[in-house]
């Protein structure tokens, strides 16, 4: 069956710092990968998405590039916020529908000032 | 911008009590979900709606019905609460079923059963 590993958290960084969180998946096929973030108290947003191989998802300074040959999808930005610090999920779709979306455990990300 | 709006934001239940989680989406989106959100487990599917007049099993069912009462709204029921079914759920709707179209999620209800 499909799967999403993430690293495990929490992630703890100064503000201004880069981040990275590691995301790898198994899947059949060719499936969208997504990073979703959940602040404090709310539910999740979608962040950022890549459909296909090589594709860069990109938001609010996150970046994440979908590389088959790795089978990874890790999240990164250059410089955290304090505004940041939330949870991360990463997630893949394989078969092209939403009711097949597969999450991954989700990386606690603190950022201090 | 309400979004989708679920109701109660807490409820705690003694186990064997009923109760139903409330969803409305003002969207339009004919696709709805529930899920569930347990420490260390991520997010796991309990039942989805694709359209007004359908609902399915996600990959964890057992314990809840679900009902599509109408496009906007979509509810989750426990007809005999267990201490297992504690947990945060969460309500998400989307503009159709297609990979396409991104979820959004309401805030959530934190339920806790003793």
């Known amino acids: 069956g499909n799967s999403v590993t993430q690293m495990e958290g929490p992630v703890t960084l100064s503000e201004e710092a880069f981040l990275t969180i590691n995301c790898t998946y198994t899947?059949?096929?060719?499936?969208?990968l997504f990073w979703y973030v959940q602040y404090p108290g709310e539910g999740l947003q979608l962040l950022l998405k890549a459909t296909k191989a090589d594709d860069k998802g990109s938001n609010k300074g996150f970046e994440a590039t979908y590389r088959k040959e790795t089978t990874s999808f890790h999240l990164e930005k250059g410089s955290v916020q304090v505004s940041d610090s939330a949870v991360y999920f990463c997630a893949l779709i394989s078969g092209g529908s939403n009711y097949k979306l597969t999450f991954g455990k989700g990386t606690l990300l603190t950022v201090n000032p | 911008n309400a979004g989708v709006t679920q109701t109660p934001k807490f409820q705690v239940l003694k186990t064997g009590q009923s109760m139903t989680l409330q969803c409305a989406q003002d969207?339009?989106?004919?696709?709805m979900y529930w899920y569930r959100q347990d420490p260390g487990m991520g997010l796991r599917l309990i039942y989805y709606?694709?359209?007004?007049?359908?609902?399915d099993k996600g990959e964890v069912p057992n314990g809840y019905n679900v009902s599509r009462l109408n496009k906007r709204e979509f509810s989750l029921r426990l007809e005999s609460a267990a201490p297992s079914q504690t947990s945060v759920y969460f309500c998400?709707?989307?503009?159709?079923?297609?990979?396409?179209?991104?979820?959004?999620f309401g805030n959530g209800t934190r339920l806790t059963v003793t």
């Open positions: 899947a059949t096929g060719y499936p969208s």
């Open positions: 709606s694709a359209s007004e007049g359908t609902t």
């Open positions: 969207m339009n989106h004919n696709s």
């Open positions: 998400a709707s989307s503009e159709s079923s297609g990979d396409k179209t991104p979820l959004h």
